[in-house]
């Protein structure tokens, strides 16, 4: 892949975890929020449900985090783009849809 082309995963790819990073601050605020003690018992209910989702929500976001942090690494060590079972190119159009891929099925 060309340099120019590689720049521009990148770009995106740090776009992604830039956003994925806010997302995460206002989850984690979120969660800090069910934490807080209520005499309601409803309310109290309503928290351990929030919080179970939120919490759901912030393991997908990790998860995320990681494998766009690991699309980078592939970036920076010149693997990025190839598949990891049969060795071939990945498609510019599989890549553009999603760059985090590391099949080319
Ligand atoms: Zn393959």
Do not use: H, W
Not at 11 to 28: D, S
């Amino acid at each position: 892949m060309r340099k120019r082309e590689l720049n521009l995963f990148k770009k995106l790819l740090n776009r992604r975890l830039e956003e994925l990073l806010m997302e995460a601050e206002r989850t984690k605020d979120q969660v800090k929020e069910t934490e807080e003690p209520s005499p309601d018992p409803l309310d109290q209910a309503s928290n351990v449900f929030d919080r179970d989702f939120l919490l759901r929500l912030r393991d997908r976001e990790r998860k995320l985090m990681l494998k766009i942090k690991e699309a980078l690494e592939r970036i920076e060590n010149g693997t990025f783009g190839i598949c990891e079972v049969c060795g071939q190119n990945l498609s510019q159009k599989r890549l553009r849809s999603s760059p985090m891929a590391i099949l080319c099925i």
